[in-house]
């Protein structure tokens, strides 16, 4: 009776809305938990300041999926609600350590509170924990609580056989969040009939469970999507993929194309070969980027198979300074003897990759494979990440395909034939037609090896060919033949496992750098994809099967346009007529400033300041050394080079952290605790710091403006405007293949079938 009439107040109560009001909107920097029940979604905010252990216990469960399919398993209304220690069956779930009891934090049990549920032991909270559905004052912390120092006594005295009467009150429970959204969906809970059940009181007759628990962004906070079927659907795969057999409908190969420096704006689906069929065929998101603000190659191919922005991945640029060292270094130098390049002299492996990639948790879960295979070392390890079964990258200096020794002691015998072959079958010259869109010979291009068809390939100085390979799009030609060998040669997505295959194609971006996207080289270099491509989806058809693999097509980056283009084009916003700014002019004169401010006479400017493409190292003992402190060469900095025409803003770390706009949070999505700089330099739109051809690395949309093609029988084909990012690509295709998304994540799975 006393529930029925509960029932009544909480309806009318939600019927006025007072439920619905947002009591308190949660503090920005705290974490937030969507909470997926079978009874709706409850949003969390957490208090890591207050409770900072229970905080990183609880998301330690959560991101670990362990409260996946736990029930409510005690509710009791007007009192609290719990769960996180029990499947439907009543089956108890082990814990983890037992933690710190931190219920002396001020905090109080109130009405809608989240606290961690223990045994009569202060110290005992593992995985349980509950939600205050009233102001439960009398499980707080207070002044009359049992110290350690008494529970210590009392354990003491039991052991010598004596009873203490107990003279203090409960240590308390610990509030560590409250709810923040959802709370109708507690209520809901609360109200629910319950049961006895062997030692189990209160337990509710129908089971509400927990389908999945989410870290989610404070943007999220009204659409938490967590998608509790799906999650049921990956674990149910999972196990099947675990008891050895794949499902059915499991891909037999994911296949991940890359194509270097590839703005969006260059698709286009009336391509004859492989980049039409993709676009025509799969589902085509037109709204995709980046969603990290240093826009180069090593940490855009990092977010690809991780599924995190690269200020998690560990990679904030292709270079950083190590500031130990006071070197400039390369995002995947090793200077470990055992990870030599094969046949070379420098050391190559993903150890700044912080984040597990998709092949990893393939080889982990199902044994399958994982290879990748580009024209540049740092796309092909970024992709692969710790281990794979084989990481092939071109050497420019060796003009074979190689490896690092951190993955293989020797190169398999048909990539050996192959490097043996392939230089004879290479033209003399690169030929190509006019180009539809702008002439051949265009102003702003390289001419390092003709701006005009007809450009060396195996002509002129044997010792430029690998640079010159490089340089145009045989390479990617030759990365296509070694991807094909790998198919046939390994059998991948032929034995019954799920492997992946990554692929990068960089001659895009060493062709785009020299001559601008649209100029006739590379467009010729996109007809070359796309026509390898093709023969490349065809192999796969008759090896793996049509309906076997899913294909991602993305890219690490987009690029500005040639200045000289814009220009003509009467779109540059480059204050700088022409758009150009000479790196060597800008450079030398921003070192000469910085050696007459702060280092003349004796020592050189890059004592005290580095660079890094946009970052800027201040060197802290050179500083100590000379008396100087690091704000007054920030704000020297600062003035000189927010100065120079061009130079937008001179960030500096504080600024990148505490400004709410959306360039700060893409920056902050780039910045790496360690490996970043201390200050970012951001240019006006379309300004390039080159003499010749274009770049990229700005937090400009053409810099962050990339495809994202999803193709497959798991596949909707269309168009869709869905903003997206290259970060949901890795999460996407994990629910596909029923390995269940790890909250951590920065990306989301898209929704691939209607
Ligand atoms: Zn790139």
């Not at 030398?588 to 006479?601: N, R």
């Not at 990229?696 to 994202?708: A, N, T, V």
Request: charged share 20%; net charge negative.
């Amino acid at each position: 009776m006393a529930c029925l009439l509960l029932r009544w107040l909480v309806l009318l109560l939600s019927v006025f809305g007072f439920f619905g009001a947002h009591a308190e909107e949660p503090a920005f920097d705290n974490p937030l938990v969507s909470v997926s029940t079978s009874a709706g979604v409850i949003v969390l905010e957490l208090y890591p300041d207050k409770s900072p252990i229970t905080v990183a216990n609880f998301l330690s469960y959560v991101d670990d999926a362990s409260y996946t399919e736990t029930v409510f398993h005690r509710v009791i209304p007007d009192f609290m609600i719990q769960a996180g220690g029990h499947l439907a069956d009543m089956t108890e779930l082990e814990g983890k350590e037992e933690i710190h009891n931190e219920a002396d934090n001020g905090l109080s049990n109130t009405t809608g509170t989240i606290a961690m549920a223990r045994t009569n032991i202060i110290d005992s909270a593992s995985r349980q924990f509950f939600i205050n559905t009233n102001d439960n004052t009398r499980l707080d912390h207070s002044a009359e609580s049992c110290t350690r120092e008494d529970e210590a006594a009392t354990e003491a005295a039991a052991e010598r056989g004596l009873v203490r009467p107990a003279t203090c009150e409960s240590f308390g429970y610990t509030v560590f969040g409250r709810v923040v959204r959802g709370m109708d969906v507690v209520r809901h809970i609360e109200l629910v009939e319950t049961k006895d059940e062997g030692d189990f009181y209160d337990v509710p007759v129908s089971p509400i469970t927990i389908k999945g628990m989410k870290k989610i962004g404070f943007d999220e906070i009204d659409n938490p999507a967590v998608s509790g079927n799906d999650q049921q659907h990956a674990s149910e795969q999972l196990q099947n993929a675990q008891s050895g057999s794949i499902v059915d409908n499991t891909p037999a190969l994911v296949l991940l194309i890359a194509i270097d420096q590839f703005r969006n704006d260059r698709i286009d689906a009336s391509l004859p070969g492989g980049l039409g069929k993709l676009a025509r065929e799969g589902r085509m998101y037109t709204d995709a980027s980046l969603d990290h603000g240093l826009t180069s190659t090593c940490p855009g191919h990092a977010v690809m198979l991780t599924g995190v922005n690269p200020s998690k991945a560990g990679i904030p640029g292709n270079y950083y300074v190590d500031t130990a060292a006071w070197e400039l270094k390369y995002c995947v130098e090793d200077d470990a003897t055992e990870h030599l390049v094969l046949g070379g002299e420098e050391g190559r492996s993903p150890w700044m990759l912080s984040a597990p990639t998709l092949g990893q948790q393939v080889k982990a879960r199902f044994d399958g494979r994982s290879f990748s295979v580009s024209g540049k070392d740092r796309a092909a390890i970024m992709m692969a990440g710790h281990e794979a079964d084989g990481v092939y990258w071109f050497d420019k200096d060796q003009v074979r395909f190689t490896t690092s020794k951190f993955y293989q002691q020797s190169l398999p015998d048909y990539v050996t034939t192959f490097n043996q072959q392939f230089v004879d079958a290479l033209p003399l010259l690169w030929e190509h037609d006019a180009g539809r869109f702008r002439p051949d010979d265009y102003s702003g291009e390289s001419d390092d090896n003709s701006r005009v068809s007809g450009h060396e390939i195996r002509d002129g100085d044997i010792d430029e060919l690998g640079e010159r390979i490089y340089d145009s799009p045989y390479l990617d030609t030759l990365t296509f033949e070694l991807a094909r060998r790998l198919v046939t040669e390994e059998a991948l997505g032929q034995k019954g496992v799920t492997d992946v295959l990554a692929i990068s194609l960089s001659a895009n971006d060493t062709v785009g750098h020299q001559f601008g996207p649209y100029s006739a080289e590379s467009e010729h270099t996109l007809n070359v994809i796309d026509t390898e491509l093709a023969m490349f989806l065809d192999l796969l058809d008759q090896t793996v099967g049509e309906d076997r693999y899913i294909v991602a097509l993305t890219s690490d980056h987009g690029v500005a346009n040639l200045p000289e283009w814009q220009t003509e084009l009467g779109q540059n916003r480059c204050p700088i007529e022409g758009g150009r700014i000479g790196l060597y002019g800008f450079i030398g004169s921003l070192l000469f400033d910085i050696y007459a401010e702060y280092t003349a006479p004796w020592d050189f400017p890059t004592d005290l300041v580095m660079f890094s493409g946009s970052q800027l190292y201040i060197n802290r003992p050179y500083l100590a050394q000379n008396q100087l402190e690091f704000d007054q060469v920030v704000s020297g900095l600062t003035r000189i080079l927010e100065a120079e025409p061009g130079v937008k803003k001179l960030w500096t770390r504080s600024e990148i952290e505490h400004t709410q706009s959306n360039e700060a949070r893409l920056l902050r999505n780039s910045i790496v605790e360690g490996a970043s700089g201390d200050l970012y330099l951001q240019m006006e739109q379309d300004c390039i710091i080159s003499d010749t051809g274009t770049t990229h690395g700005s937090l400009y949309d053409y810099d962050r403006s990339i495809p994202l093609i999803f193709y497959g029988q798991w596949v909707s084909p269309g168009i869709d405007s869905t903003p997206v990012n290259s970060i949901d690509i890795a999460p996407t295709l994990m629910e596909v293949l029923g390995i269940p998304v790890p909250s951590n994540l920065d990306g989301k799975a898209l929704e691939l079938s209607f």
